[in-house]
T-cell receptor, first 111, second 115 residues
Framework: GENVEQHPSTLSVQEGDSAVIKCTYSDSASNYFPWYKQELGKRPQLIIDIRSNVGEKKDQRIAVTLNKTAKHFSLHITETQPEDSAVYFCAASMGGNQFYFGTGTSLTVIP | DTGVSQNPRHKITKRGQNVTFRCDPISEHNRLYWYRQTLGQGPEFLTYFQNEAQLEKSRLLSDRFSAERPKGSFSTLEIQRTEQGDSAMYLC?????????????FGPGTRLLVL
């Protein structure tokens, strides 16, 4: 089956700096890659996603890049704010069947 | 509230008891997933349904676990003879397959504590 690895497990940045979280996947058949933000005690919420026919997608301060050849994708958050502090999960799916999640990155934005 | 809902939100039980959780997906969503999440980990896939058909089950889903979605709407997840290792957050998610996106929407989860 698919194996998704996520790094780093923890990340601290100063407010206003950028944060980058990286994930790799093993199954070349995976074609959908969402990113979720989970605040303490709350449900995961989708923040951005990318499909395999696209190399990059941006939504305001958040962007995701995908390298299908290398089987890795990254989340980029620019101009970080304290409210960006949360756990971020990447996931990979083939056709919306099983979703395989990374182990999460705990992001702390220091004011 | 038109989001995914789950009941109960919290459940404390003694080892050996049976528990049942319910998930109500977004009404037009035809696919429903169950996940288990332990502290510091990402959601682990358990099973999913397309309408009322259970299409795939993880190896994590032992024979003590059973899930149903009898009318293609709400789903139940039952754990028989609970063990302390079953303590976790059980998350449900739904999506519309065949639509323009495969985005999953998660429910708030049921937190299970087995004593």
């Amino acid at each position: 089956g698919e194996n998704v690895e996520q790094h780093p497990s923890t990340l601290s940045v100063q407010e206003g700096d950028s944060a980058v979280i990286k994930c790799t996947y093993s199954d070349s058949a995976s074609n959908y890659f969402p990113w979720y933000k989970q605040e303490l005690g709350k449900r995961p919420q989708l923040i951005i996603d990318i499909r395999s026919n696209v190399g990059e997608k941006k939504d305001q301060r958040i962007a995701v890049t995908l390298n299908k050849t290398a089987k890795h994708f990254s989340l980029h958050i620019t101009e970080t704010q304290p409210e960006d502090s949360a756990v971020y999960f990447c996931a990979a799916s083939m056709g919306g069947n099983q979703f395989y999640f990374g182990t999460g990155t705990s992001l702390t934005v220091i004011p | 509230d038109t989001g995914v809902s789950q009941n109960p939100r919290h459940k404390i039980t003694k080892r050996g008891q049976n528990v049942t959780f319910r998930c109500d997906p977004i009404s037009e969503h035809n696919r429903l997933y169950w996940y288990r999440q332990t502290l510091g980990q990402g959601p682990e896939f358990l099973t999913y349904f397309q309408n009322e058909a259970q299409l795939e089950k993880s190896r994590l889903l032992s024979d003590r676990f059973s899930a149903e979605r009898p009318k293609g709407s709400f789903s139940t997840l039952e754990i028989q003879r609970t063990e302390q290792g079953d303590s976790a957050m059980y998350l449900c998610a739904s999506t519309l397959v065949g639509g323009p996106a495969k985005t999953q929407y998660f429910g708030p989860g049921t937190r299970l504590l087995v004593l």
